[in-house]
């Protein structure tokens, strides 16, 4: 019998504000990634790749929306992003 060791996906939300999450295994589209939050937990589909470290959209994100990481503002969306949306420099 095989030894089979599943990876959970999960990703790091540090202030209640932030409405991005940081990826902390590499995700592939489609992957459900457990985030948790200071009370409680959910799943959300990543709807891209996404690298280790790097953010995506914890709620849908509007054009010129704040981008909040860490409880302050890291920039503004350039595009309306999804829940589970990539954000990185070519969007913010």
Not at 57 to 68: K, N, P, T
């Amino acid at each position: 019998m095989e030894n089979v060791v599943v990876q959970q996906k999960r990703a790091l939300v540090i202030d209640e504000s932030d409405n991005v999450a940081i990826a902390l295994n590499d995700l592939k589209k489609g992957d459900e990634c457990l985030v948790r939050y200071k009370d409680g937990e959910e799943y959300v589909e990543v709807l891209e790749d996404i690298s280790f470290g790097h953010k995506f959209a914890l709620v849908d994100i509007g054009i010129d929306e704040s981008v909040l990481k860490y409880g302050e503002e890291i920039g503004k969306m350039k595009l309306f992003i999804k829940k589970g949306g990539y954000i990185h420099n070519h969007n913010m």
